[in-house]
C-alpha cells in the first residue's frame, strides 16, 4: 500500500504535499486556467476508448474524479471503475462528487502509490491516467506497474500535458506556464509555488517520442500519440501485447 509520508521520496513528498494543499481549489483552478478546453480533452480520452459493458477500468492519479466518473456512466451498471490517488484530500472530493453525482455502478476509492499498486496481475480490461505521468518520479516503472496490472490485449489512454514544438506557439506556451499560470494560481488558491511546479513538471517532461519508445519497451503495442489544442496536450493509447 502507499508508503507514508516519512518514506517519500523527495518529489513524492512534494507532490504530495502539493496536491494535498490545492485539492480544494483544483477543479475551478483548471477550469480557469485552460479556459474550459480541459473538458475537450478529457473527452477525446473517453472517446479513444473501445470499451464493453462489464468491464474493469483502472483511472490512475484519478485526482477529484472526473475521468472516472464519466468512465463510470459509460460502462453502466455491469462494469467496475477504480479510481486510485495517494492524495488523501482529491479522493476526499472524488468521493464528495461521487455523492452528489451517483453512478449507477458505485465507483471504487482506493489510496495507492502508483509505482506500486494494490492489485494481482492482469486485474483490468482498461487503464486511464490523465496529467498523472508526469507527476510520479519513476516512469518506466510506472508503465511497468500499468502493464502488470492490464490484462493481455487491455487497453490503455494516458492524456498528459506537452511542450509545443512550433516556436511561436511554444514561446508563447511558456510565457503563459511561467508567468501567468503561477500568478493566477497565487489568486485562485493562495499557492503560487504549486503552480510553479506545474511550469517545472511540463518543460521537464520527457518528448512525446520518448513516451512512446518507453510504451513500446514496457509491452504495449498499437502505440499512437494524438497532440490536441496546438501540442500542448498529448494523448498516448495502445494496447498491452497478447499473451
Known amino acids: 500500500m502507499l508508503k507514508t509520508k516519512s518514506f517519500l521520496s523527495f518529489k513524492e ?76 484530500a482529491m479522493l476526499s472530493i472524488a468521493k ?48 511497468a506497474e500499468m502493464g502488470r496490472v492490464l490484462k493481455p490485449d487491455g487497453q490503455i489512454a494516458i492524456l498528459e500535458m506537452a511542450v509545443p514544438e512550433h516556436p511561436v506557439i511554444k514561446r508563447l506556451h511558456r510565457l503563459y506556464l511561467n508567468g501567468w499560470v503561477p500568478i493566477l494560481g497565487n489568486l485562485l488558491s493562495h499557492n503560487r509555488k504549486a503552480y510553479q511546479y506545474l511550469y517545472e513538471s511540463i518543460r521537464s517532461f520527457p518528448h512525446p517520442d520518448r513516451i512512446c519508445r518507453l510504451l513500446e519497451d514496457t509491452g504495449f503495442i498499437h502505440i499512437r500519440c494524438l497532440r490536441l489544442t496546438w501540442g500542448i496536450v498529448a494523448l498516448y493509447t495502445g494496447r498491452k501485447r497478447p499473451e
Open 13 to 88: 513528498q512534494r507532490v504530495y504535499e502539493i496536491f494535498n494543499s490545492i485539492a480544494p481549489r483544483y477543479d475551478v483552478t483548471n477550469l480557469i486556467m485552460s479556459l474550459g478546453i480541459h473538458h475537450y480533452w478529457r473527452k477525446k480520452l473517453i472517446q479513444s476508448l473501445s470499451l464493453s459493458k462489464g468491464c474493469t477500468i483502472l483511472d490512475l492519479c484519478c485526482g477529484t474524479g472526473a475521468v472516472a466518473q464519466d468512465l463510470a456512466r459509460l460502462i453502466g451498471t455491469g462494469g467496475q471503475v477504480v479510481g486510485v490517488d495517494f492524495s488523501e
Open 96 to 143: 464528495d462528487r461521487e455523492s452528489r453525482c451517483p453512478t449507477q455502478n458505485p465507483i471504487r476509492w482506493i489510496r495507492a502509490n502508483a509505482l506500486d499498486l494494490p492489485f494481482p496481475d492482469g486485474s483490468f480490461d482498461c487503464i486511464t491516467i490523465a496529467y498523472g505521468l508526469r507527476n510520479l518520479t519513476d516512469i518506466p516503472r510506472a508503465l
